[in-house]
T-cell receptor, first 114, second 112 residues
Framework: ETGVTQTPRHLVMGMTNKKSLKCEQH?????MYWYKQSAKKPLELMFV???????ENNSVPSRFSPECPNSSHLFLHLHTLQPEDSALYLC?????????????FGQGTRLTVV | GNSVTQMEGPVTLSEEAFLTINCTYTATGYPSLFWYVQYPGEGLQLLLKATKADDKGSNKGFEATYRKETTSFHLEKGSVQVSDSAVYFC???????????FGQGTTLQVKP
């Protein structure tokens, strides 16, 4: 248990569906992150939020829409995804985005797009 | 920019064998270095870290030393167990952006 909780753990969705991934942390951290982990590819940083403000969008397609209503919660809204978007989506948090501290990860949401 | 390079896997060892997983990095400034472990079906867990040159991080029998002269942070364990089978990621954070950058991961399989 790292203090970062992701729901759901597994999600199967069609290409025309709209769904959301949820992440919450109760570590008092101010930075939250979305990563994508695909088979045989390095971990890809998608988005960074620091004090609820988005500070990084790593050229992510607009069919992925993040939302950070407060420092404890982070969402990833999904719509009109493609099969190649199937992956493990990992949420992480850290005290601040600009510091050299470790990040704490959730267990991930395994997404399958059919 | 910053980058991390890990040795290619998979690494297959017998129980009680010695483990080394090589990791080298490129970074500006003075990054912090990390090893994360990912067990099957799970997220990433921090295994150990080092925040400055010559620091040694250690946890659960694993060790890694921050070597600035060789820009390396190799992971070692003297006697692996079947339960150590997982994917290991070397990572750095620092430089100008504070981004957490990962290597490609090394799969370790330990056989009884």
């Amino acid at each position: 248990e790292t203090g970062v909780t992701q729901t759901p753990r597994h999600l199967v969705m069609g290409m025309t569906n709209k769904k959301s991934l949820k992440c919450e942390q109760h570590l008092g951290h101010n930075a939250m992150y979305w990563y994508k982990q695909s088979a045989k590819k390095p971990l890809e940083l998608m988005f960074v939020y620091n004090f609820k403000e988005q500070t990084e969008n790593n050229s992510v397609p607009s069919r992925f829409s993040p939302e950070c209503p407060n420092s404890s919660h982070l969402f990833l809204h999904l719509h009109t995804l493609q099969p190649e978007d199937s992956a493990l989506y990992l949420c992480a948090s850290s005290p601040h985005a600009g510091e050299n501290t470790e990040a704490f990860f959730g267990q991930g949401t395994r997404l399958t797009v059919v | 920019g910053n980058s991390v390079t890990q040795m290619e896997g998979p690494v297959t060892l017998s129980e009680e064998a010695f483990l080394t997983i090589n990791c080298t990095y490129t970074a500006t400034g003075y990054p912090s270095l990390f090893w994360y472990v990912q067990y099957p079906g799970e997220g990433l867990q921090l295994l150990l870290k080092a925040t400055k040159a010559d620091d040694k991080g250690s946890n659960k029998g694993f060790e890694a030393t921050y070597r600035k002269e060789t820009t390396s942070f190799h992971l070692e364990k003297g006697s692996v167990q079947v339960s150590d089978s997982a994917v290991y990621f070397c990572a750095l954070r620092g430089g100008n952006t504070g981004k957490l950058i990962f290597g490609q991961g090394t799969t370790l399989q330990v056989k009884p």
